[in-house]
Antibody, heavy 118, light 108 residues
């Protein structure tokens, strides 16, 4: 049974880079698409982007200039980097799986809260 | 991008009643690639419905989805106490993937 677990710093300073990792267990990281979604405090869900095996990436245009998603197959992990963060990037960040490119998000991690503050 | 508008924002009902949640898209969703998620406080969203009407694994049959094109509905036939939480629709047919703003189902 697939499980996902986010990890990374919970506090990031303004203008710095937010970095999170999602560790995949119970499934091959080469067999799925992987995605990131975030949720600001008390608000709704925002899709950040997805990746397939370092071959296909697709980002939300609203974040595209600041976001990079990558896969490390040797560690069965995929990662998110958001550059030049501001307080507006404060959110819970979730990783999730997609069975193929046009698919719902069927397995989710528990979420990693990230606060942007000096 | 496709904007999803969920209504109502809050739905006040009693346990055992029927809940009808709406999700309207700003343009037709290709392939009816529309999903519904349930989110409990402090938890990640959970997939309930995909392809507008297919229940995800392990989802009780009191949850059902319907609709096509731009108008979609999530129906909960008999509300259980654990169903009083927030529901989101999401389209995955066209990039960027987008979510609706959510409907909170609260106890009346």
């Amino acid at each position: 049974q697939m499980q996902l677990q986010e990890s990374g710093p919970g506090l990031v300073k303004p203008s710095e880079t937010l970095s999170l990792t999602c560790t995949v267990s119970g499934a091959s990281i080469k067999s799925y698409y992987w995605t990131w979604v975030r949720q600001p405090p008390g608000k709704g869900l925002e899709w950040i982007g997805y990746i397939y095996y370092n071959v296909i990436t697709n980002y939300n245009p609203s974040l595209k200039s600041r976001v990079t998603i990558s896969v490390d197959t040797s560690k069965s992990q995929f990662s998110l980097r958001v550059n030049s963060v501001t307080a507006a990037d404060t959110a819970i960040y979730y990783c999730a799986s997609l069975r193929w490119q046009q698919a719902p998000m069927d397995v989710w991690g528990a979420g990693a809260p990230v606060t942007v503050s000096s | 991008e496709i904007v999803l508008t969920q209504s109502p924002g809050t739905l006040s009902l009693s346990p055992g009643e029927r809940a009808t949640l709406s999700c309207r898209a700003s343009q037709s969703i290709s392939g009816n690639y529309l999903a519904w998620y349930q989110q409990k406080p402090g938890q990640a969203p959970r997939l309930l419905i995909y392809g507008a009407s297919s229940r995800a694994t392990g989802i009780p049959d009191r949850f059902s989805g319907s609709g096509s094109g731009t108008d979609f509905t999530l129906t909960i036939t008999r509300l259980e106490p654990e169903d009083f939480v927030v529901y989101y629709c999401q389209q995955y047919g066209t990039s960027p993937l987008t979510f609706g703003g959510g409907t909170k189902v609260e106890i009346k």
